[in-house]
């Protein structure tokens, strides 16, 4: 045991020897390659990011690196302050037992906030989409968002048909990344960014248009049907409407083979029957 203790101290000895003797540019890379956080010189110029997700987020500039190597980071304020103890108990590398508990100390606790909250918030994994140190990527995110969503979602939605535009999009254009009032975590108004909006468009709203629950009766990715409709157009209207009694009314009697919207419109109307 003594042997294993004196090689250790004989390894951090050499360590610092080596290191103290080298040139300040040579230090650095041999400190950064073993430590995080290492300052370069010493002087790293910061500024706040116009964009942070709160007032705590900053951007360091590292303008007193070699040219090709300078570039901006958003920087988290407990790290820029080497503050440790508010996230870790104690110990450097030792996380807080609840991320969700922490993060929410400082920024917006999702937990309560939505009906439908996305995975890793549930879960309280938060660092599994941002860095809680530092990143190139606004809102200290680990990547940029579709590549970072790719990690666990499909990545074959961007090769489909159905919506060209999610190649040239984030997902979070349509989607909230913590939490929504629907299990596909739908911005209310996400599809009116490229759709009408039909409530400005008829006096009657049928429901589901209405209340912007458009992922109803449209599967936005999967679908090969016409419209982009989640099932066939009887079927659909049958999940909510009850088929035996629409086909107990006299104007329905020959309806069971029709489909719905050839007499009705399913966005809305003018009258509240919704007729084409």
Known sequence: MKKKYFDSFSFICLFVW????????VR??????????????????????????????????????????????????????RNCDACHNNAVGQKVPSQLNLCGSCHENFEHKYSEIHGPVGAGYCTSCHNPHKSKNNFLLREKNKYLCFKCHDSGIEEDDIHGIAEISDCTDCHNPHGEENS???????????????????????GPAAAGFCYACHDSHKSDSRYKLSDKNQAICYKCHIKNRILTIEAHKDAESADCIECHNPHGGNDKYYFN
Do not use: R, W
Not at 45 to 62: G, K, P, R
Not at 184 to 206: I, P
């Open 184 to 206: 596909f975590l739908l911005k209310k108004t996400s599809c009116y960014k490229c759709h009408d909006d039909f409530s400005k468009t008829y006096t009657y709203m049928h």
């Open 18 to 25: 080596l290191t103290a003797s080298c040139s300040s540019e």
């Open 28 to 81: 650095y890379k041999v400190l950064s390659f073993v430590f995080d956080g290492v300052p370069h010189n010493g002087n790293i110029s910061e500024s706040f990011a116009s964009d942070s997700l709160l007032t705590d987020t900053l951007v360091a500039s590292t303008k007193d690196l070699p040219h090709k190597e300078q570039s901006s980071f958003y920087v988290h304020s407990p790290y820029k302050k």
